[in-house]
């Protein structure tokens, strides 16, 4: 009996082979870490667009949130920063969270405080690494729902964070 030869192009191991191959660089996309951590890379936000991830909608007022940082960073690995948040910090009344947001980083929330009444004032001291001249931006969320802001312009010299770590 006389057997047929198929064509290397068309057995199933071949496309068994393919396909996993194509699953595996779809998955790899998928998992890739700026689109997982949501980096905005290269692209100055807006302060809309650093807000309303966070607030989605609620009350946001620029008072009573100050930033204390140097105007001019020489190195963007280790700028010191200090937020104060005016707050009577009560059972009824205190700031439960405070966020950290970047206007260039890869990464632009930088950090987030939890805070409450046990914290007895609503202030944080903090390095923080810059990826260039940017707004920072601290946003503190009260025990009411709603959220105020304070920013600040910072010009680094020699950025860090080049290689979105």
């Given amino acids: 009996m006389k057997r047929v030869q198929t064509p290397p192009h068309l057995t199933r191991r071949l496309w068994l082979q393919h396909g996993a191959r194509l699953g595996l ?6 998992a890739w870490p700026a689109r997982a951590q949501k980096m905005e890379s290269g692209r100055l936000l807006s ?3 650093m807000l309303d991830p966070i607030t989605q909608g609620a009350s946001v007022r620029e008072l009573g949130v100050t930033l204390t940082a140097p105007i001019l960073a020489d190195n963007g690995s280790l700028v ?11 059972a009824a009344d205190h700031v439960t969270h ?14 987030l405080f939890k805070l409450g009444p046990w914290n007895g004032r609503a202030e944080v001291s903090t390095r923080v690494r810059l990826a260039g001249s940017q707004v920072v931006v601290a946003l ?4 009411s729902g709603e959220f105020r802001y304070g920013q ?14």
């Fill in 25 to 30: 660089a779809w998955a790899a996309l998928q």
């Fill in 47 to 49: 302060l809309s667009e």
């Fill in 80 to 90: 010191p920063m200090t937020v104060q948040v005016q707050s009577p910090m009560t």
């Fill in 98 to 111: 405070l966020y950290l947001l970047s206007q260039r980083n890869p990464v632009t929330r930088m950090a």
């Fill in 140 to 143: 503190a969320r009260l025990s």
């Fill in 152 to 165: 600040m312009d910072i010009i680094v010299t020699e950025s860090s964070c080049v290689d979105a770590s």
